[in-house]
């Protein structure tokens, strides 16, 4: 089980963030990674308020070089990895769906199968409290999938 477990998680360090819903890492190997954040999805329309919203909230929260835990839930056949990115035993994904600069993917919760009442929590309480997304009346996100 603990093979496993390691399998599963990547120890890294922030080289840059890409939007709202990438980043890049180095890995221990020194390879560099690109990972999408799951189980949220953040609005990727360029120039859009809450797309820069999104990315500057995750660029506050991983500037370069910030150590991270990330907890692969998914390879792509692109050789990108989705997975949770954890600061300081935090969900940098859970994070972003708490300040409304993000929404839960309800397709692939089940990959956050640890956290999923925390995302659905959260995005709730981010809605009751109209903060980031869902200061709209009614929010209307083109999200792009994986």
């Not at 089980?1 to 990438?22: H, K, P, Q, R």
């Not at 180095?26 to 360029?46: E, H, S």
Request: net charge positive; aromatic share 4%; with cysteine.
């Amino acid at each position: 089980m603990t093979e496993l477990l390691e399998l599963m998680l990547v120890l890294a360090t922030v080289v840059s963030v890409a939007n709202g819903n990438t980043i890049l890492v180095k890995d221990n190997a020194g390879k560099t990674i690109p990972v999408r954040l799951a189980c949220i999805n953040a609005p990727k329309i360029p120039g859009q308020a809450f797309t820069l919203g999104a990315t500057q909230r995750l660029k506050q929260l991983l500037p370069p070089k910030t150590p991270v835990v990330i907890r692969s839930t998914e390879q792509l056949e692109n050789g990108r990895t989705v997975g949770e990115v954890f600061v300081d035993n935090r969900s940098v994904n859970l994070l972003l769906v708490e300040s409304g600069n993000a929404v839960v993917d309800r397709e692939s919760l089940q990959n956050c199968y640890e956290t999923k009442t925390q995302f659905l929590i959260a995005e709730g309480n981010a809605k009751n409290k109209h903060l980031g997304l869902w200061q709209q009346s009614k929010v209307q996100l083109k999200l792009n999938a994986k």
